[in-house]
C-alpha cells in the first residue's frame, strides 16, 4: 500500500521568506507526482506534475523537484507572498490512484 | 474550474435515506473519480471510472456505488445514508492516469 506523508503539517513565514514543502512516498513504481493548492472551502487546484521521469518542474516562482530512489518530492515557493496562504497538497499516481498525502497547511504573513 | 459541475453543493439528509450526488464535465475527459476529504483522513478514493460503464472501486468504497452512462456524468449514490458518510465529497477528471487531475468545487454533505 503506498503511503504519502506530508512533514510540516502546519507552517507560518513572513512575507518574502523563501519555503520549501515535503512529501515523501513509500513506494517507488510511482508514474507521476503532483502539487495541489486548496484553498478554503474551495476544490483543488493542479500546480505542477512531475513525470516520473523527470526530476523538476517549474512554474512561475514554484518549483518542484522529484527523487524517486529515495520517495520525496519537495515544492519550492520563492518570494512568499499573503496569496500563497492555503493548503498544499501532494499526491502520487501508483497503479490507476492517486493518493494524497495529508497536506501542508501554509500561512504567510504580511 | 475546468468545465466540472457538481451538484448538490450542500445537502442535509437523515440517517438511512437514499443520496445521489452528480459530476458533469463539459471537457470529454476519459478519467473521472469520486473522492471524499475529512479532517484527519485527508482525501480518500471512494471510485473512479476509466469510461463509458467501466468503473472500479477505490480506498473507501463500502457503502457506495456509481454509475457512468454518459462520458460526461458521473453519479455517486449512497444507497444508505450513514452518519460516518458526512464529508465533503470531491469530483475530479483526467485524461488520462498520466495526466493532472482537475477538481470540482466540492458537495458538503451531512447524514444527520
Known amino acids: 500500500k503506498q503511503e504519502v506523508t506530508q512533514i510540516p503539517a502546519a507552517l507560518s513565514v513572513p512575507e518574502g521568506e523563501n519555503l520549501v514543502l515535503n512529501c515523501s512516498f513509500t513506494?517507488?513504481?510511482?508514474?507521476?507526482l503532483q502539487w495541489f493548492r486548496q484553498d478554503p472551502g474551495k476544490g483543488l487546484t493542479s500546480l505542477l506534475l512531475?513525470?516520473?521521469?523527470?526530476r523538476e518542474q517549474t512554474s512561475g516562482r514554484l518549483n518542484a523537484s522529484l527523487d524517486k530512489s529515495s520517495g520525496r518530492s519537495t515544492l519550492y515557493i520563492a518570494a512568499s507572498q499573503p496569496g500563497d496562504s492555503a493548503t498544499y497538497l501532494c499526491?502520487?499516481?501508483?497503479?490507476?490512484?492517486?493518493?494524497f498525502g495529508g497536506g501542508t497547511r501554509l500561512m504567510v504573513k504580511p | 474550474d475546468a468545465g466540472i459541475t457538481q451538484s448538490p453543493r450542500h445537502k442535509v439528509t437523515e440517517t438511512g435515506t437514499p443520496v445521489t450526488l452528480r459530476c458533469h464535465q463539459t471537457?470529454?475527459?476519459?478519467?473521472m473519480y469520486w473522492y471524499r476529504q475529512d479532517p484527519g483522513h485527508g482525501l480518500r478514493l471512494i471510485h473512479y471510472?476509466?469510461?463509458?460503464?467501466?468503473?472500479d472501486k477505490g480506498e473507501v468504497s463500502d457503502g457506495y456505488s456509481v454509475s457512468r452512462s454518459k462520458t460526461e456524468d458521473f453519479l455517486l449514490t449512497l444507497e444508505s445514508a450513514t452518519s460516518s458518510q458526512t464529508s465533503v465529497y470531491f469530483c475530479?477528471?483526467?485524461?488520462?492516469?498520466?495526466?493532472?487531475?482537475?477538481f470540482g468545487s466540492g458537495t458538503q454533505l451531512s447524514v444527520l
Open positions: 471537457e470529454n475527459h476519459r478519467y
Open positions: 499526491a502520487v499516481i501508483w497503479g490507476d490512484m492517486l493518493t
Open positions: 471510472s476509466y469510461g463509458v460503464k467501466d468503473t
Open positions: 512531475i513525470q516520473s521521469s523527470q
Open positions: 513506494d517507488s513504481a510511482i508514474y507521476n
Open positions: 475530479a477528471i483526467s485524461t488520462s492516469t498520466n495526466e493532472k487531475l482537475f
